[in-house]
């Protein structure tokens, strides 16, 4: 099976990596982001650090950044995309978000 990968920006730098993996997804801070002096973590909840972060549901930090409402069924009308598939829809509808972060298909 293909797992998806995301890149995740922060202010247009290339900040870390989003993974579907066999159990739920990984994030991990690029080491060459993580280690600058002016580096700004993806959110409060995903603090700057080496190591991955492991979940069994999408970070909610990013399924946060997926619309909802009228907006959402936009997207999966449009990208024909399953409501419950979160990591397609974070693919498909986050490239431009309105915060400092966005996400790009790796």
Known sequence: MSYRKADIYVHETKAGVLKETETGYRFQYESTYASQKNAEPVSLTLPLRQEPYESRILFPFFDGLIPEGWLLDVVEETWK??????????????????????????
């Open 81 to 106: 995309v399953n409501s419950n598939d979160r990591m397609g829809l974070l693919l498909v509808s986050c490239r431009d978000t309105i915060g400092h972060v966005s996400v790009r298909e790796a």
